[in-house]
């Protein structure tokens, strides 16, 4: 695959204040953070006194991350740009503010007095580590700007954009040296409307993020298919800007962005999960709309259901297996990996000097099991059964005898859309709209 190619930022249409709210494109400080919907509809003063995401390293992989913005001040690391054309990782020039947006959702903590005007991110605690790509027509791959991330300490990784083209060995290599470090990678589905997928967010391992509004439905132009995982708020989305200090927006790269946010406030709260476990309470306490429940899933249009952070971070949940939702990582060979952690490490130790020896000693192992097996056996022919026979009352497999080890649950089998299992959290209109 050439380097040049097309990776749009999944942004969607940038909505007119004056058309929304009946006030000017630029609203008042207050106004802003009124307009930020998700927060009252996630109960983010509730969620706050658990997990402010305060620890967790978020990398944005987007157009570069205005650092200066008020609202999010303090709260960038220096990161780096893989284009060219002027600014870097964290200082755009200005064309594209998509990047700065994100960083806002995730992280933005506002601005005066107690952080009370401007937008604020649903992890604010977090900190963002801008990797600057082209978002425009003459991107590249994202498979070193991703391992950029994973080398520099991120242990969430948001994607808010959609490729065109096939990924690249190189990227789906990418994509599983992520997964092999503990990193949630979560990806934007696109904005088409389509069942087209749309990379990265199909690549398997990636949690792929479509979009809903405050009733709780899919946003008509939320891409779906079978890889949809999760779905968040995307329309009327409040977020910061560059060329003006906020923007309006509706897209599938906002939803991902609050999911990119909910798992970061998880990573804090439970620093000792995988990033399959993350995800794992992610989809296990997710909601759904009322028609939906009791349908399987994940559902090619809601996936698991609508996050719900709050939840998340405190519902008793499982941890469950390392991978949770997502594929076992395929090793060298093909083969799926073990699904203890030391597992790989363990076999990559092995020498084959080791490995005959194990071998050997299983073989003469068998041999000796064998040998005492038949001297028993001429034994009891000698003596007779016991009395009751083998195995106790009921014989092999009867109460007191030989029971099969029970096979463990698939822990998806039951989903969460058993009836009456997630009433509705978010209410049906925000306040005063």
Do not use: C
């Not at 800007?241 to 804090?268: F, H, K, Q």
């Amino acid at each position: 695959m050439s380097f040049t190619r097309t990776l749009r930022a999944v942004g969607g249409t940038v909505v007119a204040g004056a058309l929304l709210f009946g006030a000017a494109p630029v609203a008042s400080a207050d106004q802003i953070r009124h307009d930020q919907w998700p927060l009252r509809s996630f109960g983010a003063d509730d969620v706050w006194k658990v997990s402010t995401g305060k620890g967790v390293t978020v990398a944005v992989i987007d157009a570069p991350v205005d650092a200066s913005h008020p609202d999010l001040k303090g709260s960038v690391l220096p990161g780096k740009s893989f284009f060219g054309g002027g600014g870097t990782a964290d200082h755009p020039d200005g064309r594209e503010e998509h990047g700065t947006a994100m960083a806002s959702l995730i992280a933005g903590h506002g601005h005066g007095p107690g952080g009370a005007d401007g937008v604020k991110g649903l992890a604010p605690g977090a900190k963002i580590l801008p990797v600057g790509i082209d978002v425009g027509d003459a991107g590249g791959s994202y498979a070193k700007p991703l391992r950029y991330a994973v080398d520099h300490g991120a242990t969430v990784v948001n994607m808010s954009f959609e490729d065109y083209e096939e990924t690249s060995s190189a990227e789906k290599a990418a994509v599983d040296y992520a997964r092999k470090h503990d990193v949630v990678v979560v990806a934007s589905s696109g904005n088409t409307g389509s069942s087209i997928p749309r990379l990265p967010s199909a690549v398997p391992g990636v949690l792929a993020v479509g979009a809903v509004d405050i009733d709780l439905k899919v946003w008509k132009f939320s891409s779906y298919g079978p890889h949809i995982k999760l779905l968040a708020p995307g329309l009327h989305i409040r977020s910061a800007g560059v060329e003006t200090p906020y923007r309006l927006a509706n897209g599938t790269s906002d939803s991902t962005a609050y999911v990119s946010a909910a798992a970061a406030l998880l990573r804090s709260k439970f620093p000792d999960l995988t990033a399959g476990q993350i995800a794992n309470r992610l989809v296990k306490t997710a909601g759904l709309p009322n028609d939906m429940k009791g349908k399987k899933l994940p559902d090619s249009h809601y996936g698991y259901g609508f996050i719900r952070p709050f939840k998340a971070l405190t519902a008793d949940i499982p941890a469950g297996s390392e991978n949770g939702p997502l594929p076992a990582l395929k090793d060298g060979s093909g083969k799926e990996a073990g699904d203890g952690k030391g597992s790989e490490q363990a076999a990559k130790g092995m020498s084959p000097g080791v490995i005959i020896g194990i071998v050997g000693g299983v073989v003469g192992l068998l041999v000796v099991v064998l040998i005492v097996v038949l001297v028993v056996k001429k034994k009891n022919r000698r003596n007779g059964p016991p009395p009751g026979g083998f195995g106790g009352p009921g014989g092999q497999g009867g109460p007191g005898g030989f029971v099969p080890y029970p096979s463990q649950p698939n822990p998806y089998q039951q989903q969460p859309s058993a009836p009456g299992a997630y009433p509705p959290a978010w209410p049906a209109q925000p306040p005063g709209r």
